[in-house]
């Protein structure tokens, strides 16, 4: 094939559409799908439901280093809270559950769950906890425990799991005004699922953020469960990279981006089914440049806090910050993260300050550029500096 011509395919803005793609280029873009599958896919462990592995494209779309650098630091613990509440939110509310936000935050803070909804928040706090401990490895057995305790215990008789069985029981079909996706055949699962976790603990070359974005395209291909596989392919991807060390991974919003670019992320998903028709091939590449553009490199255009925590630790040093301030401000870091709020929310969400000492608090973080105040008439709110 003539070099220009592939190299022109290749930048094209479309390219990983298909067919698109093929109207465009005709006979030269069979004569590209020919280069790719000869010369330039990278070809995985993992198969597709005809037992053909699935492929993707190398080093095609570049990772922002300091994402990695991000993901590799060890953050405040204190910003856990407000992580774990945006992450229950936005991963909920991809599959179109609403959860009360107050009820999230009265989870997480450990209060008793008073009804079915909050019992299904603590569910997933819990899993979050089970994926952040490291000595919890990556097993059928785990994978099975951590979808009962987030999901599978929560589900109507028709889609609950067999007892003893790790999988769905019966076919599955992702619907919209056609059939998008079947599922695989559920008497195969179990091979799969093996597949899938031999892949995920065996030590290769690819890049460990590029491997998580597989494990969770495999997961939701497959469709083990009858519900709640999204959810599961989110919180394995965390898992994984948990599992590599990453130790940020909890306090960085990986769902809140995929939820603000949703549309996509459904996208990318049909985008590789209608690919086979072409190509004949899984490929999992729209996938991976999915998750990079607008998940991993999102990330560091939204995470801002590095220099406000700095500032903080430099004062700490030198003893202008009391303890109660101290206290204050690593409940403000919780429970707010990068949101507004008023001295009178603050006083009533702590609950263990007099409203002055509150006042005092925030004037004094303000006028040491940790806290910044925002105007609305004659009413002040105050959010932490990203400035």
Request: neutral net charge.
């Amino acid at each position: 094939m003539d070099i220009n011509i592939f190299v022109k395919i290749l930048k094209d803005q479309h390219f990983t559409d298909y067919k698109k793609m093929s109207y465009k280029y005709g006979n030269d873009f069979k004569d590209f799908l020919n280069a790719l599958d000869e010369l330039y896919y990278k070809t995985l462990s993992l198969t597709d439901f005809d037992n053909h592995p699935i492929v993707f494209l190398e080093n095609y779309a570049t990772i922002n280093q300091n994402v990695i650098k991000l993901l590799l630091h060890s953050q405040n613990q204190y910003y856990g809270i407000k992580a774990a509440e945006d992450e229950i939110i936005s991963s909920s509310a991809i599959e179109n559950i609403d959860f009360n936000r107050e009820s999230v935050r009265n989870i997480l803070r450990g209060l008793a769950p008073k009804d079915e909804e909050e019992n299904r928040i603590l569910g997933i706090k819990n899993g979050l906890e089970f994926i952040a401990n490291t000595d919890n490895k990556i097993t059928e057995l785990n994978i099975y425990q951590l979808y009962m305790m987030t999901i599978g215990n929560f589900l109507s008789d028709d889609n609950k799991l067999k007892e003893g069985s790790y999988y769905r029981h019966d076919s599955v079909y992702i619907v919209s005004n056609r059939i998008e996706h079947i599922g695989l055949d559920y008497k195969k699962i179990p091979d799969f699922m093996k597949s899938l976790v031999e892949f995920i603990n065996t030590e290769d070359s690819i890049n460990d953020l590029i491997k998580a974005i597989i494990i969770h395209l495999y997961i939701a291909y497959i469709h083990p469960y009858f519900d709640g596989n999204g959810r599961m392919a989110r919180l394995i991807h965390l898992w994984f990279l948990i599992q590599k060390g990453y130790q940020s991974t909890l306090f960085i919003p990986f769902s809140s981006q995929i939820e603000k670019s949703r549309k996509l992320y459904y996208k990318a998903y049909t985008t590789i089914e209608e690919n086979k028709k072409y190509s004949g091939k899984i490929d999992v590449t729209p996938f991976i440049l999915y998750f990079i553009n607008n998940v991993y490199n999102k990330i560091i255009e939204e995470s801002r806090t590095s220099n406000v925590l700095s500032v903080y630790e430099a004062e700490l040093k030198k003893g202008l910050i009391t303890e109660k301030e101290t206290k204050l401000w690593k409940f403000v870091l919780s429970c707010y993260g990068m949101e507004e709020f008023s001295t009178k929310q603050l006083e009533k969400d702590y609950g263990d300050a007099a409203y002055a000492t509150i006042r005092s608090f925030v004037l004094k973080f303000t006028n040491l550029g940790l806290l910044q105040s925002i105007h609305y008439g004659t009413r002040i709110k105050y959010k932490v500096n990203d400035n």
